[in-house]
């Protein structure tokens, strides 16, 4: 009998696999204070996924067991898992929210707390540690070159107290009470004092979601700070991490039980990484584009820890599962523009460009010949007719190398073009006199 699989989100697991699927509420971890994660609820089914609500994952199958599975069996063997161990298995985290969000629903399910990679508290004792470390967490920004805008924000920030869990939930409930108030108040037949009520749970609304926004701007700097050097200045990367929180604000759901920093970092981390793909480069880059270079530089480096040298591109496209054309095609992408300026030499009195020859301009010897053909045309062409010099300089482009056809040269003659051939035709036969081509003939050698 095949053992077939079932879609769980966007993973895939074997029948064998899906052995326990308990009721709500009934695991004896679900309800412990972990990391942000507390009692689960029902999960509502969305459009593509299947009907399962918990799902003990035992590895008692025949297949080889995956990532997600090896992930998810050892955050049940040690009760907690780090983010660390997340991007492990999901390096590219930030493309592939959705899946991600289905992992956390998962680990959630199995009481299995996520909690920061310096951190290795039990499941018991995973808030609180959370908490004292967000109330004593200060910026080391010895790495930064801090200019008065920074320090200025950094210190207005500062001023901010941080929130609890109980507060992120009533905050969060706040906010879901405007938002449905705001949908009541567009309907029709509403009462004066209907909207007046309406209006104030609005205005809470907006209130609850600045303070939550305003309360998590130090967890933007401090996710900012890893991103220093990439092509972005730190009030850009700053900027672009609030953007980042201020979406992960909108779509936070305190229902599902799971901390906001901990589903805020990850919508931070998104918009700070399209940040520098976008700005980061002088010649942009895609996303996507982005994403495999970061997979080959990562694969090079474990192929260099592996064999000692250098992999070649047959090397990495083995291990991508690619050709070692799109490799070097993915290299010379992620190749980065150097400047014309930049220095070069102990002493750095010299530049790049200094070094780099122009191949537009001729060399001494080039021009002084072109210079001399030059001449040696002017003088042909003044044997010739006036009119007739005139209609060869503007068809071949000798005074401004820019040529003319029959037609444009005939509007400036005030002619037909057809005239303009017949006197182009006649003033080139007079040019190939002997009289007039041996004088031209040494520069066709």
Not at 193 to 207: F, M, S, T
Not at 293 to 298: D, H, P
Request: net charge positive; aromatic share 6%.
């Amino acid at each position: 009998m095949k053992n077939k699989k079932k879609a769980i989100g966007k993973f895939q697991f074997s029948k064998a696999q899906l052995l326990a699927v308990r009721d709500n509420g009934n695991h004896p971890k679900s309800r412990r204070g972990s990391g942000g994660l507390i009692a689960p609820r029902k999960l509502v089914r969305r459009p593509g996924t299947a009907r399962v609500n918990q799902v003990a994952i035992l590895g008692q199958g025949e297949e080889e067991s995956t990532p997600v599975e090896l992930l998810i069996q050892k955050g049940k063997d040690q009760s907690y898992l780090t983010q660390d161990d997340v991007l492990h298995v999901f390096p590219e985290a930030e493309s592939n929210m959705e899946q991600l969000e289905e992992l956390y629903i998962v680990l959630f399910n199995e009481g299995i707390p996520v909690v920061e990679p310096e951190k290795t508290p039990s499941v018991d004792e995973v808030d609180e540690k959370e908490t004292a470390a967000e109330k004593k967490e200060e910026f080391d920004l010895s790495a930064i070159g801090i200019d008065d805008t920074v320090s200025l924000y950094l210190k207005e920030i500062s001023r901010i107290a941080l929130l609890t869990a109980a507060q992120e939930v009533e905050y969060a409930r706040g906010m879901e009470i405007g938002k449905k108030a705001y949908q009541r108040l567009n309907r029709n037949h509403i009462t004066p004092a209907e909207r007046y009520h309406l209006d104030r749970k609005i205005r809470e609304g907006e209130l609850y979601r600045q303070k939550l926004i305003k309360a998590n701007f130090r967890l933007v700097v401090s996710i900012a700070k890893k991103y220093i050097g990439r092509g972005v200045s730190f009030l850009d990367l700053i900027q672009e991490g609030n953007i980042g929180l201020i979406r992960a604000v909108e779509k936070f759901d305190y229902h599902r039980g799971y901390k906001f920093s901990t589903y805020a970092t990850w919508w931070i981390r998104q918009a700070i990484t399209r940040a520098i793909a976008d700005q980061g480069r002088t010649i942009r880059v895609p996303v996507h584009m982005c994403e495999r270079i970061n997979k080959l530089t990562r694969v090079s480096r474990t192929l260099v820890q592996e064999l000692g040298r250098e992999p070649t591109s047959e090397e990495i496209a083995k291990e991508l599962n690619t050709t070692p054309r799109k490799v070097e095609r993915i290299i010379k992408i992620s190749q980065r523009p150097l400047s014309l300026e930049m220095p070069v030499g102990e002493e750095q009195d010299s530049h790049l460009g200094d070094f780099i020859p122009d191949e537009m301009t001729l060399g001494p010897t080039d021009a002084a010949s072109h210079q001399l053909l030059r001449e040696q045309m002017e003088d042909v062409l003044t044997s010739l007719s006036p009119r007739e010099g005139r209609v060869l300089q503007l068809r071949f482009g000798l005074k401004d190398g820019k040529s003319h056809t029959l037609e444009e040269v005939g509007k400036k003659f005030g002619v037909t073009r057809e005239r303009i051939r017949q006197i182009e035709a006649k003033a080139l036969r007079k040019l190939r006199h002997p009289s007039r081509s041996r004088k031209l003939r040494d520069y066709l050698e």
